[in-house]
T-cell receptor, first 115, second 109 residues
Framework: DTEVTQTPKHLVMGMTNKKSLKCEQH?????MYWYKQKAKKPPELMFV???????INESVPSRFSPECPNSSLLNLHLHALQPEDSALYLC??????????????FGAGSRLTVL | GQNIDQPTEMTATEGAIVQINCTYQ??????LFWYQQHAGEAPTFLSY??LDGLEEKGRFSSFLSRSKGYSYLLLKELQMKDSASYLC??????????WGAGTKLIIKP
């Protein structure tokens, strides 16, 4: 299995809703990532988990809350989002996080629209 | 600061060759990546260079010169499906991946 699976593919939510994005990989990778990508922009790193521990939080607002229940799963809990949070949310995994040859395998993304 | 520059957009003809350049200034260097991203899809890994020189993989080749802070991605025998954005990214001394803004490649028949 060489895939990263993300659900849902599309999500529309109001500013008062609580929702979650889910990500799963079975490649034995020990690092998992959340990225946010706006149209015509590169991916913007949000969080990195290494060996199920949060190792990087790129000053992301607290309305985004990551969770890594085990080495294969990564969630992103969403609460009280703003319309400007609408974007493509990408999950990725890699064998390690502290390596030069750190090839990221991305999921297909969750397209989030906040009304 | 950390900076990666690549052209915003390029146009090429089906069957031709195109070279996409990338220059970088980062705090340290632990490798350079090229990713391909079709519109609305996730990036997919194309190549990785850590030593100077050319890496060839089928129709795609990637070159690195660390002394010049320069890389290029060479695409041969262009096909319509190569229309995509091509993202250059560098791993810095803290193993953080710094992304360029991407080059949108348009292939015309």
């Amino acid at each position: 299995d060489t895939e990263v699976t993300q659900t849902p593919k599309h999500l529309v939510m109001g500013m008062t809703n609580k929702k979650s994005l889910k990500c799963e990989q079975h490649m034995g990778h020990r690092a998992m990532y959340w990225y946010k990508q706006k149209a015509k922009k590169p991916p913007e790193l949000m969080f990195v988990y290494s060996y199920e521990k949060l190792s990087i939080n790129e000053s992301v607002p607290s309305r985004f809350s990551p969770e890594c229940p085990n080495s294969s799963l990564l969630n992103l809990h969403l609460h009280a989002l703003q319309p400007e949070d609408s974007a493509l949310y990408l999950c990725a995994s890699s064998q390690e996080s502290s390596s030069g040859a750190n090839v990221l395998t991305f999921g297909a993304g969750s397209r989030l629209t906040v009304l | 600061g950390q900076n990666i520059d690549q052209p915003t957009e390029m146009t090429a003809t089906e069957g031709a060759i195109v070279q996409i350049n990338c220059t970088y200034q980062t705090s340290g260097f632990n490798g350079l990546f090229w990713y391909q991203q079709h519109a609305g899809e996730a990036p997919t890994f194309l190549s990785y260079n850590v030593l100077d020189g050319l890496e060839e993989k089928g129709r795609f080749s990637s070159f690195l010169s660390r002394s010049k802070g320069y890389s290029y991605l060479l695409l041969k025998e262009l096909q319509m499906k190569d229309s995509a954005s091509y993202l250059c990214a560098v791993t810095d001394s803290n193993y953080q991946l710094i992304w360029g803004a991407g080059t949108k490649l348009i292939i015309k028949p």
